[in-house]
Each structure stands twice: as C-alpha cells, then as structure tokens.
C-alpha cells in the first residue's frame, strides 16, 4: 500500500546544478500536483496535472518544468537550482482535479547552496 | 485572490481536553475544503474532507464544520491525547490552483 511515493527524500544542490524529483502515485489518481512548503508561507502549488497528457502552471512556477510521464508519474525538474528554490517539496494525488480527497508523498527536503 | 488563515499559530492544551481549530477564508466560493495533519519531517495525511454543500464531517474524535458564508470552518478534536500532537493545515479547493492552504496550526498535546 505505497500511495504516493517520493525520491530522493533529502538532496544538497549547488547553485546552477539541475535535479529531477520524482513522483510516483499506484491508487489509479488522474491528477497530480507538486507542491513546496517554506516556513510561515504554507504550501505553494507549482505546477499540477489535472489528467494524464496534460499540465498547467501553479501560483509558483517560475525555475521549475514538469512532465507527466504516465498515469502514475509526474517529475519535478529544475534546471539551474538557485538558493532560493531551497524547501521542501511534496507531491500529491487524487483520483479527479475537483472534490475528491488529496493523498500526499512523504516530502523531498532540498537544500540549494 | 484566495486567501486562508488559520488561528491560533500556535496551541498547547494538557491532555483530555477539548479543542478548536479555526480556518477562515476570503472567498467563498470553493468546491471543498480539507483538514489535513503533518508530522514533523513528515507529509501531509488527509483527515477529513466537506465538499461545498455539505456542513460538517465526523471522524472518530474529529468533527469539521464548514460555514461557506461567513468564510470559516472549524476542526473540533474531542478528548486530546499527546498522539494528537502535530500541525494542522486546512486548505480551500477553489479557482484554478486547487488548493490554497493555510500556514497551519501546530497543536501539543501534554500528557
């Protein structure tokens, strides 16, 4: 019963380096979102997949790329890491975009120095 | 623009008491709204989600309430035990970014 699963759990980026995060869901959800968490701005959506082909910018896309290889996977790029895209990100799931309960990855703590 | 507050920041309550949570959100238009719990280093587990029609939701010592109108909604846990202990985040589903979330409350709970 994995859910939603997450790698690399922790990674130390220089600055200008690229990474990809991963994001892998096995409960059949159509739609897929990545999220990033900094202290006292709550979680922040970056980019979401509402449905398998499709992906749409969130309040803070800006340094990231998405691709949603599959039904079950949505990665997380970023190209040239800055300082600032230091937090922890968290992928989530749900079975529709609208009205169904979220199910959320266990976080990916980077830190970009 | 949406925005959702959660108050108090911070709570610390002993053990067996019962407690409120409070979120308050600036439009209300939404199609629903969750309570979710995060553990330290830890994501984010679901605890009770109330679609737009509905008023409230129940899960054990969990009971949520949504009022649409005034903008609020409320988390009662009944009973407090230490285990309880953690943040909780409540976020609203409306408009185009899904949802938009609170900074959370972080509850302790002394034994």
């Known amino acids: 019963n994995a859910g939603v699963t997450q790698t690399p759990k922790f990674q130390v980026l220089k600055t200008g380096q690229s990474m990809t995060l991963q994001c892998a869901q096995d409960?059949?959800?159509?739609?897929m979102y990545w999220y990033r968490q900094d202290p006292g701005m709550g979680l922040r959506l970056i980019y979401y997949?509402?449905?398998?082909?499709?992906?749409d910018k969130g309040e803070v896309p800006n340094g990231y790329n998405v691709s949603r290889l599959n039904k079950r996977e949505f990665s997380l790029r970023l190209e040239s890491a800055a300082p600032s895209q230091t937090s922890v990100y968290f992928c989530?799931?749900?079975?529709?975009?609208?009205?169904?309960?979220?199910?959320f990855g266990q976080g990916t703590r980077l830190t970009v120095v | 623009k949406q925005e959702v507050t959660q108050i108090p920041a911070a709570l610390s309550v002993p053990e067996g008491e019962n407690l409120v949570l409070n979120c308050s959100f600036t439009?209300?238009?939404?199609?629903?709204l969750q309570w979710f719990r995060q553990d330290p280093g830890k994501g984010l587990t679901s605890l009770l989600l109330?679609?737009?029609?509905?008023r409230e939701q129940t899960s054990g010592r969990l009971n949520a309430s949504l009022d649409k109108s005034s903008g609020r909604s409320t988390l009662y846990i009944a009973a407090s035990q230490p285990g309880d202990s953690a943040t909780y985040l409540c976020?609203?589903?409306?408009?185009?970014?899904?949802?938009?979330f609170g900074t959370g409350t972080r509850l302790k709970v002394l034994a």
């Open positions: 109330i679609q737009s029609s509905q």
């Open positions: 989530a799931s749900e079975r529709y975009s609208m009205n169904t309960e979220a199910f």
């Open positions: 409960m059949n959800h159509n739609s």
């Open positions: 976020a609203v589903s409306s408009g185009t970014y899904k949802y938009i």
């Open positions: 997949s509402a449905s398998e082909g499709t992906t």
């Open positions: 439009d209300s238009a939404i199609y629903n």
